[in-house]
């Protein structure tokens, strides 16, 4: 009986192998392979693209890019997610109304929503330009400039995805318990004290999570840069995971991409790693 539970664990660990597993060691194999549009096939090349990839100047910049991207639209999306759910949690006049529009952007295909911010953003057609002019302000080469592309990818992903934090926070400060502010009120806190007393230290859990959760996934993204900037002007938008696809999909590297997608993923599960415990050790424990 104690060996037969381990048959309803076989097929489980059956689809891990062929879901995760496989791939993973697939593509590990063909990082050391010359797999390109020429050769075709695992022929072996040991770490000859390992060494490309230390000595690809375009691949760190780009991964430094996405760095800077990941980081500052996720901080940025916890700020005004708070922002949103502290606005709707007390008794506000069509809360649930408020609610639901909050979560529109979310529910919308990021690929669609790109198409649409690439339209809005558009120097000429678009209508961000044109009312910028009316309110005095000037209207900006949002596609064609380096430093506002990289502005206008930031702002389609903070659009997209601070309904995500305003989500989860939303739900924490629902769960809060209400003697901590029964006592705050009693002591005579105000609304800031209040905030930073027990607001925030009571969802430092919920935010190291919404944290993570947004960092994993911004640091995969993709969908807007190709739709709205294709990477560019030039290599100004460029991230990592776009360039892996130019490498791998345009250019039909595949083992040199391989190596990359390698690399990435290392890179990514021990800066994510060294992050999280930072945030436990700051947030949580230190408002323990």
């Given at each position: 009986m104690y060996r037969q539970k381990y048959l309803f664990l076989l097929p489980g660990l059956i689809a891990l192998t062929a879901i995760i597993l496989f791939p993973l060691i697939f593509t590990i194999r063909v990082s050391f392979s010359g797999w390109d549009v020429y050769n075709p096939g695992l022929s072996w090349a040991g770490v000859k693209n390992y060494v490309r990839l230390f000595e690809d100047t375009r691949y760190w910049s780009?991964?430094?890019?996405?760095?800077?991207?990941?980081?500052?639209?996720?901080?940025?999306?916890?700020?005004?997610?708070?922002?949103?759910?502290?606005?709707?949690?007390?008794?506000?006049?069509?809360?649930?109304?408020?609610?639901?529009?909050?979560?529109?952007?979310?529910?919308?295909?990021?690929?669609?929503?790109?198409?649409?911010?690439?339209?809005?953003?558009?120097e000429s057609l678009g209508p961000l330009n044109p009312l910028l002019d009316a309110i005095g302000l000037g209207g900006q080469p949002w596609l064609s400039s380096p430093g506002w592309a990289f502005a206008a990818v930031m702002i389609v992903e903070i659009w997209q995805w601070t309904p995500f934090m305003f989500l989860l926070l939303l739900a924490g400060l629902l769960s809060l318990p209400s003697e901590p502010y029964l006592a705050?009120?009693?002591?005579?806190?105000?609304?800031?004290?209040?905030?930073?007393?027990?607001?925030?230290?009571?969802?430092?859990?919920i935010?190291?999570?919404?944290?993570?959760?947004?960092?994993?996934?911004?640091?995969?993204?993709?969908?807007?840069?190709?739709?709205?900037?294709?990477?560019?002007?030039?290599?100004?938008?460029?991230?990592?995971?776009?360039?892996?696809?130019?490498?791998?999909?345009?250019?039909?590297?595949?083992?040199?991409?391989?190596?990359?997608?390698?690399?990435?993923?290392?890179?990514?599960?021990?800066?994510?790693?060294?992050?999280?415990?930072?945030?436990?050790?700051?947030?949580?424990?230190?408002q323990s």
């Open positions: 780009a991964l430094s890019r996405l760095s800077l991207l990941a980081i500052a639209t996720v901080l940025i999306q916890y700020v005004l997610g708070f922002a949103l759910a502290l606005m709707v949690w007390k008794d506000v006049h069509a809360r649930r109304f408020f609610r639901v529009l909050f979560l529109v952007p979310m529910m919308t295909t990021p690929v669609i929503m790109s198409v649409i911010w690439r339209t809005i953003f558009h705050a009120k009693i002591d005579g806190a105000g609304p800031v004290r209040t905030f930073f007393s027990v607001t925030f230290p009571g969802l430092a859990a935010s190291v999570g919404a944290l993570l959760i947004r960092l994993i996934e911004a640091s995969k993204i993709l969908d807007t840069v190709y739709v709205l900037t294709s990477g560019g002007p030039g290599e100004a938008t460029e991230t990592a995971s776009y360039y892996i696809y130019i490498r791998g999909l345009r250019d039909f590297q595949i083992g040199y991409s391989a190596a990359l997608s390698i690399t990435y993923l290392v890179i990514m599960i021990v800066a994510l790693t060294i992050i999280a415990k930072l945030m436990v050790r700051f947030l949580v424990k230190g």
